[in-house]
């Protein structure tokens, strides 16, 4: 499993988004958020499932698995 900066680091070499964190009473809510600075879709509560998320992407998957390597 990656760390929130390793994944942050992928979603912004790979595209044009970026990764943010939020917390709210006290739990941490991953999003995504579009050039404009807006969240785009559903927030996750997990890391693990950023990471699914985001290796739908071809290029984060490669990148992601460049640097586990």
Not at 32 to 53: A, N, R
Request: aromatic share 14%; with cysteine.
């Amino acid at each position: 499993m990656f760390t929130f900066d390793v994944l942050r680091d992928a979603v912004r070499e790979c595209t044009s988004y970026d990764l943010a964190v939020l917390t709210n009473d006290d739990v941490d809510e991953y999003v995504l958020v579009d050039p404009y600075g807006d969240v785009d879709g559903d927030p996750f509560y997990e890391l693990s499932d950023v990471e699914d998320f985001i290796r739908n992407n071809s290029q984060v998957d490669e990148y992601l698995y460049e640097v586990a390597a």
